[in-house]
């Protein structure tokens, strides 16, 4: 008797986002919350921990649907306007911000202990959401845009047949993604938490309002529209300049 393959590019985009967004928040949560072995590890151990984050999840989305594996709502918009085809857009958003809160809500329960013992409500939030290191809206959003700009642009370029004259090896794809995403973490994401994706912020930041997380204060609100339109905005003009150089 065959066997019906459950497989799909919805399912592989929530999977993918959820593993993605659950290493990540988790070693937020190692780093700052009290009494982990890791409290107080600091930037490297951050950025290394998203960066492994997005290759486990990149390979997981692919292994269960989604060979795009976008796992990000700026990818999936950068796309739909390369292609003029935006069939995939809500189905992929929905996808990805429904991981990214399950991912979150897995984050909170797996951590439970610690969140009473960590009195700072701004170390929590850190978790689950980013937030800028000086509050500065247009420096904010210049650079939530330029880490999204520099995230799909060198994706893409990582593909592209310039690169050689077949593209890399597709299982390297997702190692050099990785490479990338820390390098962005590294080098421009000191100054905003480097989102560079809207449901890996508005994800966890909706699970942070809504759970009941031990000593918890607000979820700033005020900020989240940035991650948004800061990513948004990068990824259409890295559409343009794809699609005027034909990559």
């Not at 999204?148 to 370029?157: D, G, N, Q």
Request: glycine share 12%.
């Amino acid at each position: 008797m065959q066997t019906v393959a459950t497989h799909s590019p919805w399912l592989g985009e929530f999977l993918g986002t959820f593993i993605l967004i659950l290493l990540g928040t988790g070693v937020n949560a190692s780093v700052n919350l009290k009494k982990t072995y890791a409290n107080g590890a600091g930037w490297i151990v951050i950025t290394t921990g998203w960066a492994i984050g997005v290759l486990c999840g990149v390979l997981t989305a692919q292994a269960f649907g989604s060979s795009a594996a976008h796992l990000n709502p700026a990818i999936t918009f950068s796309s739909c306007l390369q292609s003029g085809d935006f069939s995939t857009l809500l189905p992929f958003w929905s996808a990805q911000i429904l991981g990214a809160m399950a991912a979150a809500t897995l984050t909170w329960l797996f951590f439970y202990p610690h969140w009473a013992v960590t009195p700072e409500a701004g170390d929590k939030l850190g978790v689950f959401c980013t937030g800028p290191a000086i509050p500065h809206i247009p420096s904010n959003l210049l650079g939530e845009a330029t880490g999204t700009f520099v995230l799909i642009v060198v994706a893409a370029a990582i593909g592209s047949h310039g690169v050689s004259a077949t593209g890399p090896a597709p299982a390297l794809g997702p190692w050099l993604v990785a490479c990338l995403v820390w390098g962005i973490g590294l080098s421009l994401g000191s100054t905003t938490g480097y989102a560079i994706n809207p449901a890996r912020d508005f994800g966890p930041r909706l699970t942070h309002f809504i759970l009941p997380i031990a000593g918890k204060g607000p979820s700033n609100w005020k900020y989240a529209w940035v991650p948004i339109v800061g990513d948004l905005t990068g990824a259409a003009v890295a559409a343009a300049l794809l699609h005027w150089a034909h990559l």
